[in-house]
Nanobody, 113 residues
Framework: QVQLVESGGGLVQAGGSLTLSCAAS??????MGWYRQAPRKQRELVAT???????NYADSVKGRVTSSRDNAKNTVYLQMNSLKPEDTAVYYC?????????WGQGTQVTVSS
């Protein structure tokens, strides 16, 4: 069983920065990632990162977002810069491990114009 706890969301002005964190408990975690869901929209991928640090980003955030990972702490980070109002969403952490995929409860990011 894996549990994920996100933190770091909040309200920021357009052009600002935020760093989200996701602490995982459990073992056998392989790929971790971030998704987001804006009001009245489908949940979409933001970034994924492997245990080895290989990353993948959605086109909408490339160049503005960096994901990193501390395997010793079982924690993944999402550094977001040059935030735009359209980045406003609930951001969810996800992890793949033995037994399937797991999701955090989400953290709200609101970018004001």
């Amino acid at each position: 069983q894996v549990q994920l706890v996100e933190s770091g969301g909040g309200l920021v002005q357009a052009g600002g920065s935020l760093t989200l964190s996701c602490a995982a408990s459990g073992s056998g975690i392989t790929i971790m990632g971030w998704y987001r869901q804006a009001p009245r929209k489908q949940r979409e991928l933001v970034a994924t990162i492997t245990r080895g640090g290989s990353t993948n980003y959605a086109d909408s955030v490339k160049g503005r977002v960096t994901s990193s990972r501390d395997n010793a702490k079982n924690t993944v980070y999402l550094q977001m810069n040059s935030l735009k109002p359209e980045d406003t969403a609930v951001y969810y952490c996800t992890a793949n491990a033995r037994g399937g995929s797991y999701w955090g409860q989400g953290t709200q990011v609101t970018v004001s114009s």
